[in-house]
């Protein structure tokens, strides 16, 4: 069993700053590509950011330039560094890991994280 835990959301003002983190554990062959995604009430969940196991980065438009993902393959770990925050930002945030189970087949699971308020006030 995965579980991916979330840490590092809450409430600032705009033009401030806020970090997620999201640890990956359980047992697993490898993760590849770990990343962000956000929803607000009545919209489709959004990709913000992902990374792959070797260092591609893919960013939504929106956030570009605002935001930086990084992650720790040795400490399945993924993090959002978020500056500059606006109000359109605010959402709940998503860790998302695509998991390489184990042999023999290797089969690719998609988890997720338990999600984490970040809202953004005028």
């Known amino acids: 069993q995965v579980q991916l835990v979330e840490s590092g959301g809450g409430s600032v003002q705009a033009g401030g700053s806020l970090r997620l983190s999201c640890i990956a554990s359980?047992?697993?062959?490898?993760?590849?590509?770990m990343g962000w995604y956000r929803q607000v009430p009545g919209k489709e969940r959004e990709l913000v950011a992902d990374m792959s196991s070797g260092g591609r980065r893919n960013y939504a438009d929106s956030v570009k330039g605002r935001f930086a993902i990084s992650r720790d393959n040795a400490k399945n770990t993924v993090y959002l560094q978020m500056n500059n925050l606006k109000p359109e930002d605010t959402a709940v945030y998503y860790c998302?890991?695509?998991?390489?189970?184990?042999?023999?087949?290797?089969?690719?699971?998609?988890?997720w994280g338990q999600g984490s308020q970040v809202t953004v006030s005028s």
């Open positions: 998302k890991a695509v998991v390489i189970t184990n042999p023999p087949k290797f089969p690719e699971i998609d988890y």
């Open positions: 359980g047992s697993f062959f490898g993760i590849n590509p």
